[in-house]
C-alpha cells in the first residue's frame, strides 16, 4: 500500500516551510492542506489530529500526526532513510545540529516577530538581537557550504524558512541584514538554487503584505 | 582510553536531574560538577564550554561539550546505545516520545515557576494551568506504568525531575496536585523505587528552601 502523507500548514509559516522542504528533499509524495483560518476557523480534521496543541502543523502519515516541525523532519529522515539524510550519524555531530535546531527555534521566531510587532526601545533592542543571532549562526557556517558541511541538512531545513521572512524584518525595522551577515545571505541565496527551497518559499513581497495584515489585525501602527 | 563524562549542573536544576539520571540508568562513570553560582559567578569552564548560551548545563564527554538537557539525554541514549535505551528503536513512537518532551519542555517550567513567583490573578491562572498540563500528561499515561509503557524512559527521564519540585508548587499555590492528579503521583512514587531516581532527586524540603531563597532574592513576597 502506497503511503498517504497529508500536511496541514499554513503558507507564511516558516515551521510549515521546514516540513515541506524536508518532504520534498525525500521526494516523498504529499498532499498539502492549507488551513485558512489558523486563529478562528480550525479545521475539524486539525482538532482530531492535534487535540493537545490544537494549531498546525500537522504531518499526517497513513492517518497517524506527528506535530512540531523539528520533530517532523527528524520523523521524515527516519521514515525516509533511502535518500538525502538531514541528520548527521555520529552521536556527537547529531548533538550538535539538534543544538543549533534548538537555538533557532528559541530565538529567531520572537525575535523577528519584534522587528514589525514593537516600536521604540523594544525595536531597536529585537534589532540588535537579531543582527547578535545571524552573527552566531554565520560565525557556526564559518566557511562551509551548509551548515552540516557540503550538503544540505537538518539545520539548513530549519533556517530556510525565515529567509522568505527577513525581507519584511529589514523594511519594518529599518536595518540591513546583509550589511551586518553577508556570509549568511550568500547562504541562502545558495538554498534557494535547491528546487525543493525554490519551489517552496514564499515570495518576499507576498510576505510582507501579510505582515502588513497582521499589523492592521493586531492593531500596531 | 576510557571515557571522561563531566557534567556541569547545578543541584536545584529539574533539566540537570534529567541528565544525571540517564548518565546512570546507562551505568556511565562520571564526575559530577556543581556550579556554585550559576548567575553571578560562572566557572570558566562553563563559559568555554557553552559559549552560546553560557549557562548550565553542560555535559563534557571526552572533552567535548553537549548543551541542553534532552539533546543530552539523546546523545547519551545513541552513544551508550547497549543498555536501557530510553527512545523506541520505530520512527512513530520515537515523535511521540519527542512529541510529550517537547510539551513538557514549552509548558511546566515556566507554569511551575509562576504558581511561587506570581500571585492574585496570575497565581490562579497558572494553578489552573499547572492542573491541565498534569491533567494532559495523565491522560497520555493512561494505564500504562511508564510514558513508553513497561520500561522507565525518555518521557518519564524528561518530566521526573519536576516531581521533586511539585511539593514546593503546592505549597506556595496552596492547592493540591494529588487529589487532581492520583495516577500521575502514582507515577512518580513507582519512578522513585529506581535507583537512578532516588539517589538524584533532592528532597522536597531542600527545594521548598531554595524557592524561600529565590523568592527573598527575587524581593518576592
Known amino acids: 500500500m502506497a503511503d498517504e502523507v497529508i500536511l496541514m500548514s499554513y503558507w507564511p509559516s516558516m515551521f510549515g516551510m521546514r516540513t515541506v522542504i524536508a ?3 525525500k521526494g516523498v509524495k ?47 529522515d527516519e521514515v525516509w532513510s533511502d535518500k538525502n539524510p538531514f541528520l548527521p550519524t555520529d552521536p556527537y555531530q547529531r548533538s ?9 527555534e528559541k530565538k529567531l521566531f ?10 521604540g526601545e523594544e525595536l531597536e533592542a529585537a534589532k540588535k538581537e ?9 560565525s557556526e557556517l564559518g566557511d562551509k557550504l551548509y551548515f552540516g558541511g557540503d550538503t544540505f541538512g537538518f539545520v539548513d531545513i530549519v533556517l530556510i524558512g525565515f529567509y522568505s521572512w527577513f525581507p519584511a524584518y529589514q ?19 545558495r538554498c534557494m538554487q535547491r ?8 515570495d518576499s513581497e507576498k510576505v510582507f503584505g501579510y505582515v502588513l ?8 501602527e
Open 30 to 76: 504529499y498532499e498539502y492542506r492549507e488551513e485558512e483560518d489558523v486563529i478562528n476557523n480550525k479545521s475539524p480534521l486539525l482538532l482530531k489530529m492535534n487535540p493537545i496543541h490544537k494549531k498546525i502543523l500537522v504531518l499526517i502519515h497513513n492517518g497517524k500526526p506527528v506535530s512540531e516541525s523539528i520533530i517532523q523532519i527528524q520523523y521524515i
Open 171 to 189: 523594511k519594518f525595522g529599518n536595518f540591513s541584514i546583509e550589511t551586518e551577515c553577508s556570509k549568511r545571505m550568500t547562504w541562502g541565496k
Open 110 to 119: 520572537l525575535c523577528g516577530r519584534n522587528t514589525w510587532a514593537t516600536k
Open 23 to 25: 518532504l520534498e528533499e
Open 213 to 220: 495584515q497582521l499589523k492592521k489585525v493586531y492593531g500596531i
Open 195 to 202: 528546487d525543493s527551497v525554490a519551489k517552496v518559499l514564499p
Open 130 to 138: 537579531l543582527i547578535e543571532i545571524l552573527k552566531t549562526l554565520q
Open 96 to 104: 550538535q545540529a539538534l543544538f543549533w535546531a534548538d537555538f533557532i
